[in-house]
T-cell receptor, first 113, second 116 residues
Framework: AAGVIQSPRHLIKEKRETATLKCYPI?????VYWYQQGPGQDPQFLIS???????DKGSIPDRFSAQQFSDYHSELNMSSLELGDSALYFC????????????FGQGTRLTVV | AQKVTQAQTEISVVEKEDVTLDCVYE???????LFWYKQPPSGELVFLIR??????QNEISGRYSWNFQKSTSSFNFTITASQVVDSAVYFC?????????????FGAGTRLFVKA
């Protein structure tokens, strides 16, 4: 069965650079969630989208933005990267009407040097 | 306020021992879901189990079993006859219903070391 696809799997950027992470949800899933997991921490909710509209917002820095496109894939854009942005970034998707859990992708490991 | 509490930060056991990971949750929703995920050193989140708030049946899957008790807001996870490959961080998580947007709230995780 198709799963949530995240790309790239690994990314190395320098401070003050910009990074874009992509998430391709499971087919027919209309809701996407982004999470950030710092070293030794639990995943923290950043933002979510339903039907291309932002549905909820967590502790997402102002330097970060995200959107969901017409094909339901989502992109997380991070600008002016800081060393503290180094983390695992997870995307999860769910079928809003399916009353099921969200399914997580394998994550993107971002390292800021 | 922390909604999912995993009081055990680290647990170390010897292979073949049984181990229970504790999880206490807090929610005002009547509809919610509870999960356990395993995170090996490679980093991916491996889904282990999902329970909805209306199903208090305990579940066993091989060496894994889960005890869901709404009366104490607990969802504990037991590994029987632990193996070295069970070494990982285990997260208990809560997904609240419509009022919470079904986003997942994780506990702080319990790091399990299984020694040979």
């Amino acid at each position: 069965a198709a799963g949530v696809i995240q790309s790239p799997r690994h990314l190395i950027k320098e401070k003050r650079e910009t990074a874009t992470l992509k998430c391709y949800p499971i087919p027919r899933h209309d809701t996407v969630y982004w999470y950030q997991q710092g070293p030794g921490q639990d995943p923290q909710f950043l933002i979510s989208f339903y039907e291309k509209m932002q549905s909820d917002k967590g502790s997402i820095p102002d330097r970060f933005s995200a959107q969901q496109f017409s094909d339901y894939h989502s992109e997380l854009n991070m600008s002016s990267l800081e060393l503290g942005d180094s983390a695992l970034y997870f995307c999860a998707s769910r079928d809003f009407r399916g009353n099921t859990e969200a399914f997580f992708g394998q994550g993107t490991r971002l390292t800021v040097v | 306020a922390q909604k999912v509490t995993q009081a055990q930060t680290e647990i170390s056991v010897v292979e073949k021992e049984d181990v229970t990971l504790d999880c206490v949750y807090e929610t005002r929703d009547t509809t919610y879901y509870l999960f356990w995920y395993k995170q090996p050193p490679s980093g991916e989140l491996v889904f282990l189990i999902r329970r909805n708030s209306f199903d208090e049946q305990n579940e066993i899957s091989g060496r894994y079993s889960w005890n869901f008790q709404k009366s104490t807001s607990s969802f504990n996870f037991t590994i029987t006859a632990s193996q070295v490959v069970d070494s990982a961080v285990y997260f208990c998580a809560l997904s609240e219903g419509p009022t919470g947007g079904f986003k997942t709230i994780f506990g702080a995780g319990t790091r399990l070391f299984v020694k040979a």
